[in-house]
């Protein structure tokens, strides 16, 4: 298996821009994670899907964030419109079960200017 | 006061040498990550135990329930062991408590 891929690898965008970050999870994983990782707040659990619905998004930032799973192989995490304090590392992982090892993708880092 | 206190903060050692980083945490929890994050910002899930001790290669990974306590050791230390190391219990919710890390670098 390839692991957890995310895309892009990198973005640069203006604030007030929508930026989309995508995820494909290891075939066969029920549990998808989106994490941000910034220098002041270490890494930070966004939101997880189970079987592609969302369980807790209580760490979403704010409405300009919102994520989707529409299938068991593809999620997309949105941020509309973008501000310079989203610059972040945006990272997903993905486990068979909540008890289990979570595998992380590359990240995608994200600037905002 | 964190709920995971990593020790040390940062740590730099010659090759070769024995390294022990410490986690210690105050939550109830059912299971503890210890994940690897290259300088490059990758991150690796090195172990994940609910007990006892895990051994992989010239890692070891020890916990005690008990006494709300984990370590990761590294035998014949390598300069590409160079990397942040991270601590994450894991609460009865199944949530990731993230550690703030132990950065470690290994000179030749």
């Known amino acids: 298996d390839a692991g957890v891929i995310q895309s892009p690898r990198h973005e640069v965008t203006e604030m007030g821009q929508e930026v989309t970050l995508r995820c494909k999870p290891i075939s066969g994983h029920d549990y998808l994670f989106w994490y941000r990782q910034t220098m002041m707040r270490g890494l930070e659990l966004l939101i997880y899907?189970?079987?592609?619905?969302?369980?807790?998004d209580s760490g979403m930032p704010e409405d300009r964030f919102s994520a989707k799973m529409p299938n068991a192989s593809f999620s997309t995490l949105k941020i509309q419109p973008s501000e310079p304090r989203d610059s972040a590392v945006y990272f997903c992982?993905?486990?068979?079960?909540?008890?289990?090892?979570?595998?992380f993708g590359p990240g995608t880092r994200l600037t905002v200017l | 006061k964190n709920e995971v206190e990593q020790s040390p903060q940062n740590l730099t050692a010659q090759e070769g040498e024995f390294i022990t980083i410490n986690c210690s945490y105050s939550?109830?929890?059912?299971?503890l990550h210890w994940l690897q994050q290259h300088p490059g910002g990758g991150i690796v899930s090195l172990f994940m135990l609910s007990s006892g001790k895990k051994k992989h290669g010239r890692l070891i990974a020890t916990i005690n329930i008990q006494e709300k306590h984990s370590s990761l050791h590294i035998t014949a230390s390598h300069p590409r062991d160079s990397a942040v190391y991270i601590c994450a219990p894991m609460d009865s919710n199944y949530q990731l408590i993230w550690g703030a890390g132990t950065k470690l670098i290994i000179k030749p």
């Open positions: 939550v109830g929890i059912s299971a």
């Open positions: 899907f189970n079987n592609n619905v969302p369980i807790d």
């Open positions: 992982a993905s486990s068979f079960a909540l008890a289990q090892t979570q595998y």
